[in-house]
């Protein structure tokens, strides 16, 4: 009796360490069988016999290193100070550990430690901020500490590879703004690191939409940045500025692109020299091209504002302009491209805290009105 209290004892032990570790149920049970029935069966046959039952399952946390276990959400969240310098040296992972952690919020909280702890920008493929910043949307930095951001601002600033479109647009967005991190890009700026010469990008069109209504991008202007220099090509997966601005709607935004640059009204040039430009008010009429479709009246009355042309031929099919194109889609709006055309430019305000203008057909003090037959 007593011998099979213990063995029970021990499977118990047993059980709550390989279940805490995020051990398979295969490697529970085999555990298990070995010290239950004690049998003449080695460990060595049992732990063979478990590396053919588990073969691609995870690897269990209990055997990862430190590293690797604290960029695995499956193993819980990360412990301060459980990183090894070791690991840090010589990780198991399949990528930079930086970049890893710098892409997922949820890891974000790695980050100061493995920094603390010897890794190093340089050692990866890309910016760890870089990937960071190809994630879709603002980031989330209110969810960041004191210590992660001041992480990424190390990071930025000692890594030359940081400055790129994406990096720009997501440390001008808006949650990074609130977080200040929008104080790296003032900081390369006063270093000129982002002289026209010196970047191989558009910084104008890497802002985010809110943040061309800035005295950073009046400072840029005043340098030699140009709207027309922006819509140039670029290495990066976020938005050009003024497809961001006219899917969002962000009405300033587009009253800053189409008076510094008027033929955007009309045609786009494409960011691949294969491609071919493309028509604002063509795309507008498509409702999923808007992140809000229900802002599509208003983005035509807008590029009709500002002289979109109804009856320009598609670049794509010269036998069909904007407007058979809306009535091939039965697109509610196609009256409205047929009315005659009139000149109506909106009224333009300032920017208050990163919120949108009202679109012009909201309101007609909004508009100004001249017929131009």
């Known amino acids: 009796m007593k011998s099979l209290q213990r063995r029970l004892t021990l499977l118990a032990g047993l059980a709550a360490t390989l279940l805490a570790g995020g051990c398979t149920t295969t490697s529970l049970v085999l555990g298990a069988v070995g010290v239950a029935t004690d049998t003449s069966m080695s460990w060595a046959i049992v732990k063979h016999v478990h590396d053919k039952l588990t073969d691609g399952d995870p690897v269990s946390c209990m055997r990862l290193d430190s ?21 840090v040296a010589s990780a198991q992972l399949q990528g930079c550990p930086l970049a890893i952690a710098a892409q997922d919020p949820q890891l974000w909280p790695v980050l100061p430690e493995l920094l603390d702890k010897g890794a190093q920008p340089e050692n990866c493929l890309q910016s760890p901020l870089a990937r960071l910043a190809q994630q879709p949307g603002c980031p989330d930095f209110s969810a960041a500490s004191p210590e992660v951001l001041r992480a990424m601002t190390w990071m930025a600033e000692a890594d030359a590879r940081a400055i790129r479109h994406d990096v720009v647009r997501a440390f001008s967005c808006p949650s ?47 340098g030699g940045h140009t709207a027309q220099a922006a819509l140039a090509p670029y290495e990066g997966k976020q938005r050009p500025g003024f497809e961001e601005a006219l899917r969002s709607s962000h009405w300033v935004a587009l009253d800053w692109w189409l008076t510094r640059v008027p033929t955007l009204a009309n045609s786009v040039p494409p960011l691949q020299g294969d491609q071919l430009p493309w028509l604002p ?3 507008v009429l498509v409702p999923s091209f808007l992140d809000d479709p229900e802002r599509q009246r208003d983005s035509i009355e807008f590029l009709l504002a500002y002289g979109a042309n109804p009856r320009q031929k598609l670049p794509h099919s010269r036998q069909q302009s904007v407007t058979t194109q809306a009535i091939a889609l039965k697109s509610p709006h196609v009256a409205l491209l047929q009315q005659p055309p009139r000149l109506r430019r909106p009224a333009t305000t300032t920017l208050a805290d990163g919120v949108p203008r009202t679109p012009p057909s909201a309101t007609a003090a909004a508009l100004v009105l001249t017929t131009a037959r």
Not at 71 to 87: E, F, N, Q, T
Not at 185 to 214: C, I
């Open 67 to 87: 590293v690797s276990r604290a960029l695995s959400p499956r193993c819980g969240p990360h412990v301060p100070g459980s990183l090894k310098r070791a690991d």
């Open 176 to 222: 990074a703004r609130r977080a200040g991190l929008d104080q790296v890009l003032e900081r390369w700026q006063a270093a000129g690191a982002l002289h026209p010469d010196a970047v191989g990008f558009g910084v104008l069109g890497a802002l985010h939409p809110d943040y061309l209504d800035s005295p950073f991008a009046r400072r840029l202007e005043s």
């Open 281 to 283: 008010l063509a795309r």
